[in-house]
């Protein structure tokens, strides 16, 4: 694909393998083994690039022909609202996000489902199982990404979610002896 990108930024990068690329139009993904991006930094200029076709959008890049400039700096996630995120995933595809205190409603492996009280969404733990209880609160940080047809906040370090509010029935143990 041949394009031209005006203020990018390098939004996010969770690793040697990925990192997320961002400009005013969206977010991308760039998918390579040793990229050398770094957090915030920046291009504009006329690009080529391979992209992945998946689901029916263009979701990952998998080389590009331009370099990014700057040492890098950090870059804050976008904070979203379930309501923002529902039925626009399109809009949100690949942006690096922070929703905050959304309460669990299940968690199940990798997988937690949260809720404000009218949206659902999955907060997926690409790291290794989630260590919040249903009913707690939390704030995640992550990309947005899908899996199938499964809209979900990609959560790429146990340090990328925070318990906000434990709210979990606590249990007490008697013992007797």
Known sequence: VYGKLTNAVVSFVPGTMDAVIKDATGSVLYHKKDHG??????????????????????????SIDFKFEGDGEVVNPEVLTLTQ?????????NTYAKIENIKVTNVSGKNITVSDGTNTYVVYTNYGDATCAVEDKITAIGTITKYGTTEEL????????????????????NITQ
Not at 37 to 62: A, F
Not at 85 to 93: A, E, F, I, R, V
């Open 85 to 93: 995120l529902t039925g626009n995933y399109t809009k949100y595809q």
């Open 154 to 173: 990609k959560v790429w370090s146990a340090d990328d979610i925070t318990v906000t509010e434990h709210t979990a029935a606590e249990h007490a143990i």
């Open 37 to 62: 991006l770094k957090q915030g930094q920046y291009y504009t200029g006329d690009i080529t690039v391979d992209l992945i076709y998946y689901n029916g959008l263009y979701s990952d890049i998998t």
